[in-house]
Nanobody
């Protein structure tokens, strides 16, 4: 059983920072992409940032220059450093990963349980 567990959400004032963490555990042979998505009330889940094995990253236009995604492949972890947070960044943030549990299995698209980020004064 492979699972993703996020941590690091919370309440922060506008202009503040948070660092989200996501750890993959269980039977893991290989991880391809890892990403962060967010979902605000009444809205669809949307991509915030993603990274693949070579370390390259993609960001939503709304977070470019403020958020940074990073990855610790040795620990099967992905992070999201969020700076200069705005009220519109408030959402539940979900970790996503493409994980291959064993050498003879295909990749599975997995989600974490989500962590709440609230930006308010």
């Amino acid at each position: 059983q492979v699972q993703l567990v996020e941590s690091g959400g919370g309440l922060v004032q506008p202009g503040g920072s948070l660092r989200l963490s996501c750890a993959a555990s269980g039977s893991i042979y290989r991880i391809n992409s890892m990403a962060w998505y967010c979902q605000a009330p009444g809205k669809q889940r949307e991509l915030v940032a993603s990274t693949i094995t070579d370390g390259s990253a993609n960001y939503a236009d709304s977070v470019k220059g403020r958020f940074t995604i990073s990855r610790d492949s040795a620990k099967n972890m992905v992070f999201l450093q969020m700076n200069n947070l705005k009220p519109e960044d408030a959402a539940v943030y979900y970790c996503n990963a493409q994980i291959r549990p064993t050498f003879d299995s295909g990749y599975r698209n997995l989600w974490g349980q989500g962590t709440q980020v609230t930006v308010s004064s």
